[in-house]
Structure formats: structure tokens, C-alpha cells
């Protein structure tokens, strides 16, 4: 929650007009950017059987979100948004050119593409968690990971100006319990400081950017 708070934060500072949620699962950062006063539609891709509607989120009450049956395609009209949110979503999708085409397609010149918890391909958690035979990201078939280059690179491909561009998340940040709980304050600000240290930083979970969608990309590219 520390994080997706700070995101939100992060947006919020922009005062951004209307938001697309791309790829918002369960629906905790569409809830998060409402409740900080934002506007927010959200979007996900479940697969063939989708209704191709807006449905309901189980966890969020009165939050709908367009459940799409397409991987691509977006059901909205060109220049539609101010900005765009991939949070944990741009790694997992089968075709990311594509993808960024469409996402391109429906914000509108200048707009802003948020993108946080692309996973990198030197992390040293990443690497544990292989090795011990937990989840790691590689696992699906069309699981990316990402380095500070590849990711500048796959935006400026399409014609986006890289805002911000940086390493996040040094130390893990699911742990539960009280005692977690209790420590949270002090990991996050750990965390938080770790991931600004040079070179340290380049065996972080995440990269992460900010970057702005080209003038007159509100057609396919």
C-alpha cells in the first residue's frame, strides 16, 4: 500500500484531466486515484470469455472497469485521455509495440504515460526467488523483463519524450503480519532510500518511467 500510495502521489502532483487504468486487475489504483480526486477509467484484458463490458471489481464496490476480450485493442475513441497508468501490466502483455501503438492511439498529444514496477532483469530478488522456486517474472510465456536501456528504448521506438527514468523497490515488500506491520515505516523509508543509491540500485525489483506521448499521435502510428 506505501507504494501505490506513492504512486498516486506521484500522479496526483500532475493534476492530470481524465486517466486510463490500463491493465487494472483488481482495481486498487483506480480506487487509490479516486479517492484522491481523480479521474479514472479503468480497463482490463481477461481473456476470450470476456464480456466485453463494463463489470463490476469483487474487491471495490461501485467500481467498474471494461473487461475486454481483445489484447490490444483499446474500446475507446482517439485522444480520449490525458494519461495512462500501466502498473504491473506492460511486462505481461504479448505484443508490447502494439500495445504502446493503441495506448498512443487514445491519449492525446502531450499526454502523460505513467509506467511503474516493469520488472529488471538484474534483480538480485528476481534471482532468489528463482532459484528457491518461488514466483519470478520470466515465468509466463510472454513475461518481459526490463533494463534502464530496453525501456527507454521501447518508448523513444515510439515516439515518446522519457520524462523520468529510475530503479525502485531495493528490498521486498510483501511481508505480512504484525510485526511487519509494525516495521513498515522503516522498511519503506529504506527501501525508498536504497533505490536512489548509484550502481546499488541497478539490482532493484523495478524499473520505472514518466514519459509524454508524442504531438499528433492521436492516430495510429
Not at 212 to 219: A, Y
Request: hydrophobic share 40%; with cysteine; proline share 5%.
Amino acid at each position: 500500500m506505501r507504494e501505490y500510495e506513492a504512486i498516486v502521489g506521484r500522479i496526483s502532483a500532475d493534476r492530470p484531466g481524465r486517466i486510463l487504468d490500463w491493465g487494472c486487475g483488481w482495481g486498487q489504483m483506480t480506487y487509490l486515484l479516486r479517492r484522491a480526486g481523480l479521474d479514472v477509467d479503468a480497463f482490463d484484458y481477461v481473456g476470450p470469455g470476456a464480456p466485453n463490458g463494463m463489470v463490476e471489481l469483487q474487491l471495490f464496490a461501485g467500481v467498474f472497469a471494461y473487461a475486454s476480450s481483445d489484447p490490444i485493442r483499446l474500446p475507446y475513441s482517439d485522444a480520449s485521455y490525458d494519461a495512462v497508468l500501466s502498473c504491473g501490466v506492460l511486462e505481461h502483455v504479448e505484443d508490447p509495440d502494439a500495445s504502446l501503438e493503441e495506448l498512443k492511439r487514445v491519449v492525446r498529444p502531450g499526454g502523460t504515460f505513467y509506467v511503474y514496477k516493469l520488472p529488471n532483469r538484474s534483480s538480485y530478488l528476481e534471482l532468489i526467488a528463482k532459484r528457491l522456486g518461488l514466483h519470478y517474472h520470466g515465468q509466463a510465456v510472454h513475461d518481459r523483463l526490463y533494463t534502464i536501456e530496453s525501456a527507454r528504448e521501447l518508448f523513444v521506438r515510439h515516439g515518446f519524450e522519457v520524462l523520468e527514468l529510475g530503479y525502485a523497490n531495493m528490498l521486498p515488500l510483501t511481508l505480512t503480519g504484525r510485526v511487519a506491520s509494525a516495521v513498515t515505516p522503516a522498511v519503506w523509508a529504506s527501501n525508498r532510500g536504497l533505490s536512489r543509491v548509484p550502481w546499488l540500485n541497478h539490482v532493484a525489483t523495478n524499473v520505472q518511467l514518466v514519459a509524454r506521448s508524442p504531438s499528433g499521435s492521436s492516430t495510429r502510428g
